[in-house]
């Protein structure tokens, strides 16, 4: 079971199309397949398998299996960081048709999938290859010559791994290198609008020599196969990336099943602070870079503007310009910053958004459909929308309180650096923030009154997989990336140990 996909380039790419478990790609038990789109074109790009409940529990076993007789129990730390390692290095070959196979799928320039995801999930599966072998305990001093206690930290088992499709490589390896690294054994499951480019990741671990079971990619609705393992009985923990809505089921399911350990990863309405002190045309670019990288669709997007009344004109007149001058169309292109988003649904969502925005009083500073009338005839099917900017926006609108997931940004404007930081943390959410400013103690405080897992102070949107991510409020909780994501994926375990130390019997107050 294999399709051949037409790249952009004058190459094909061929994938396997099965579930794949055990280190082999089969049908469904039931025959269940889906389709995924090109979202450029709107014309379908591939059928591939989708796995039911059934599914799940043979992969669930596969994991079990491995967990328990090479992996988890049996592999050495050098075993797993030399084999990540091999497989990092397989990707990295393949990194060009990879990039291209993203695109197809996700909508976004091939470049971008090459030179910022893949390059940084390269980088994640070394940072977690260079870790393998620096899990450790602690011996914690109980009674000199008597006895002593110390901690392991152990693999949790079998983890469940859901993912959503606006980074599908970069959030896999987020979720698995870490995992992989510390013993665990995986059951992931792709988005269901960017299925493609994990299967191919499997088939690399494949080649890489992973043992059968290790990892094993079941693709598949959220509804079916992403509901079936966060309430399988068999698994230990459940990570998850995407909105608050679906992070709340997974708690529950979890919850409600084998109270498997859960972290969650979700939504975002992030504020992007510019004080009156900052270099106009680079805070600019920041800003732009805040909310149009990947077309907006990041848990991250610094979403809201908040912009000192002081310097507002020139700043928003600023802003339009550099909207205006991003690139949007032709994902193969490498001028091409904006392609599609990655589904008619998305689409439509983020057009409605835009209608809210006219709807509720605020200006349109830059955006429009005439933006797009410049596209070549092979995309006008495509799932484009225009980068579009509104400013006058208060709180209670929707674009200023719900998380769109695409090129739309909210500018409102203060005077006090108290009334920023109200206005920044005015949300249920609390993922990123970035502050702007020359001045650093005035960055420093904000750094300190911002609820937000991270803050960005004169960047943004900037990571590193030595550092941190993950958020406060609703916007989930454990980190992913740096040593705090390997941690996520061990337990502790206690160990009293005597070796000197009687007690009498029976035991009673005269002689304890
Ligand atoms: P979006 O609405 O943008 O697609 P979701 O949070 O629904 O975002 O999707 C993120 C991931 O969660 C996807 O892999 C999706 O299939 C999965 N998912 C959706 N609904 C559920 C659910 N009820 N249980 C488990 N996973 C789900």
Same mark, same amino acid.
């Given at each position: 079971m294999s399709v051949t996909i037409q790249s952009y380039g004058d190459c094909k790419i061929t994938i396997k199309t099965g579930l794949f478990i055990n280190n082999e790609f089969k049908p469904s038990v039931g025959g269940t397949v889906m389709t995924t789109p090109n979202p450029a074109t709107g014309e379908d790009l591939a059928t591939i398998s989708s796995a039911t409940a059934e599914d799940v529990d043979i992969a669930v076993s596969a994991a079990r299996l491995a967990f328990e007789?090479?992996?988890?129990?049996?592999?050495?730390p050098d075993q797993r960081s030399s084999l990540l390692n091999k497989w990092a290095e397989l990707i990295e070959a393949d990194i060009d048709s990879l990039a291209e196979l993203e695109s197809l799928d996700n909508g976004k320039p091939v470049w971008m999938a090459r030179d910022v995801d893949i390059v940084d999930s390269i980088g994640c599966l070394r940072y977690y290859a260079g870790l393998a072998d620096k899990i450790e305990g602690r011996t914690i001093e109980q009674q000199e010559g008597i006895k002593l206690a110390f901690t392991r930290a152990e693999p949790i088992g079998v983890c469940g791994q859901i993912i959503p499709w606006n980074y599908p490589i970069q959030m896999f390896m987020w979720k698995v290198a870490p995992a992989l690294a510390a013993g665990n054994t995986i059951v992931i499951k792709p988005a269901e609008q960017t299925p493609l480019s994990a299967l191919r990741l499997a088939e690399l671990a494949v080649e890489a020599g992973f043992?059968?079971?290790v990892l094993n990619v079941v693709n598949g609705p959220g509804a079916v196969t992403g509901d079936a393992i966060s309430r399988h009985?068999?698994?230990?923990k459940v990570a998850f990336t995407g909105s608050t809505v679906t992070g709340r089921k997974i708690m529950e399911a979890a919850a409600k099943s084998n109270l498997k350990k859960v972290t969650l990863e979700l939504g975002g309405k992030s504020p992007v602070v510019v004080f009156d002190s900052v270099d106009i045309d680079q805070t600019a670019n920041w800003v732009c870079m805040a909310i149009l990288f990947n077309h907006g669709q &990041?848990?991250? @997007?610094?979403s809201r503007l908040f912009v000192q009344d002081t310097i507002k004109d020139e700043f928003l007149a600023t802003l339009k310009k550099k909207v205006e001058q991003v690139e949007i169309g032709?994902?193969?292109?490498?001028?091409?910053f904006i392609g599609p988003l990655v589904s008619k649904q998305q689409q439509e969502k983020v057009k409605k958004y835009i209608q809210y925005g006219k709807d509720e009083g605020a200006v349109c500073l830059t955006g429009g459909e &005439?933006?797009? @009338?410049?596209?070549?005839q092979k995309f006008k099917n495509g799932f484009f929308v225009p980068p579009t900017v509104y400013t006058d926006c208060k709180k209670g609108m929707k674009i200023v309180d719900d998380?769109?997931?695409?090129p739309v940004l909210a500018v409102q404007t203060f005077e006090t650096e108290e009334e920023a930081i109200e206005l920044a943390n005015d949300t249920a959410y609390g993922l990123g923030a970035g502050i702007f400013s020359q001045n650093a103690s005035q960055c420093m405080r904000m750094v300190h009154a911002i609820k937000a897992g991270t803050v960005w102070c004169n960047q943004y949107m900037v990571l590193s997989n030595a550092v941190p991510f993950g958020g406060m409020k609703q916007s989930g909780f454990g980190r992913e990336l740096g040593i705090e994501g390997l941690k996520e994926y061990t337990q502790t375990k206690a160990v009293h140990w005597n070796y000197g130390e009687e007690i009498e019997w029976p035991l009673n107050g005269t002689n304890v």
């Open positions: 007789t090479t992996w988890g129990k049996k592999s050495t043992p059968p079971g009985m068999d698994i230990d &990041d848990c991250c @997007a610094g032709d994902p193969s292109v490498k001028t091409t &005439d933006k797009l @009338a410049d596209l070549p998380e769109i997931f695409g």
